[in-house]
T-cell receptor, first 115, second 112 residues
């Protein structure tokens, strides 16, 4: 099992461009979470998805940010019209269904830099 | 408000010394608490969770509901313990999945 795969590892965008971050969960995992880590801070929850459903988006900024986890393919975190304040590390985690669902397995992260 | 606080940004100890990384939480319900660790150039990984009551790599953590704390302890630190440690809370308890609320993290530096 390759673990949670995130790509790209590093992404550079200019202000106003779009950023797409991808996350493939571990095999057999049906829950995906996205977290953001700003410099010198801990991880902050953004969104929790299951296949084709957003379960909890309480941590998502109201504008410019969206997330999806389609029936086929990876989960995508999309940031439109990026600004310098979006520069951060974005981590994806996945968890299995059932009683072990509270254990989250993390990807290596995508470091977004906005110029 | 749901919050996890790790008061120390950096904890530096000598090899063989006891270690205690502090974690306090604020939550009105019945939380599940975790410690995650990130070694240099590796991804964040689960170290232990309070419901398991396990000792992992010599580390233990006891949930103290009266003091709302979940401090991580190890009697004799090793150099390979040097890493970033995050305390995290799951507000949904052990019966549901959901978001984790993380503390700011503590860097543990074990000197030879």
């Amino acid at each position: 099992n390759a673990g949670v795969m995130q790509n790209p590892r590093h992404l550079v965008r200019r202000r106003g461009q779009e950023a797409r971050l991808r996350c493939s969960p571990m095999k057999g995992h049906s829950h995906v979470y996205w977290y953001r880590q700003l410099p010198e801070e801990g991880l902050k929850f953004m969104v929790y998805l299951q296949k084709e459903n957003i379960i909890d988006e309480s941590g998502m900024p109201k504008e410019r940010f969206s997330a999806e986890f389609p029936k086929e393919g990876p989960s995508i975190l999309r940031i439109q019209q990026v600004v310098r304040g979006d520069s951060a590390a974005y981590f994806c985690a996945s968890s299995p269904p059932g009683t072990e669902g509270n254990i989250q397995y993390f990807g290596a992260g995508t470091r977004l830099s906005v110029l | 408000a749901q919050r996890v606080t790790q008061p120390e940004k950096l904890l530096s100890v000598f090899k063989g010394a006891p270690v205690e990384l502090k974690c306090n939480y604020s939550y009105s319900g019945s939380p599940e608490l975790f410690w995650y660790v990130q070694y240099s150039r590796q991804r964040l990984q689960l170290l232990l969770r309070h419901i398991s009551r396990e000792s992992i790599k010599g580390f233990t953590a006891d949930l103290n509901k009266g003091e709302t704390s979940f401090h991580l302890k190890k009697p004799f630190a090793q150099e390979e313990d040097s890493a970033m440690y995050y305390c995290a809370l799951s507000p949904h308890g052990s019966s549901n999945t959901g978001k984790l609320i993380f503390g700011q993290g503590t860097t543990l530096q074990v000197k030879p």
